[in-house]
Nanobody, 126 residues
């Protein structure tokens, strides 16, 4: 499966963005999807994940309460809704896919994801 993240842009602090992760080649119906971000000069960090059927989501503490991850009805889309954005949210955001047994939670570690899309830049101005 090929993934592509989109929806980034320049937004003022306090604003919102909805990032999309779209799959091509096949649907995301059997894939756990993780969101990661990388700010300049920093390591890539976990933002959140959603499991294969959308029943389990988790967000990192840094975005918890401000972000929601969901699946689209077409089974080719996963969304990351980010609200109350802060300048420290500025980064390139990536989505990644992983086929995992249904009983296993998705991973918070980027190295456990097999499929990666090109990122989308999010810039939050103060």
């Amino acid at each position: 499966v090929q993934l592509q993240a989109s929806g980034g842009g320049l937004v003022q602090a306090g604003g919102s963005l909805r990032l999309s992760c779209v799959a091509s080649g096949r649907t995301l119906s059997r894939y756990a999807v993780g969101w990661f971000r990388q700010a300049p000069g920093k390591e890539r960090e976990f933002v959140g994940f959603i499991n294969w059927d959308g029943s389990v989501t988790r967000c990192a503490d840094s975005v918890k309460g401000r972000s929601t991850i969901s699946r689209g009805t077409a089974e080719k889309m996963v969304y990351l809704q980010m609200n109350s954005l802060k300048p420290e949210d500025t980064a390139v955001y990536y989505c990644a896919g992983d086929v995992r047994s249904p009983g296993l939670l998705p991973s918070v570690f980027d190295y456990e994801y097999t499929y990666w899309g090109q990122g989308t830049q999010v810039t939050v101005s103060s």
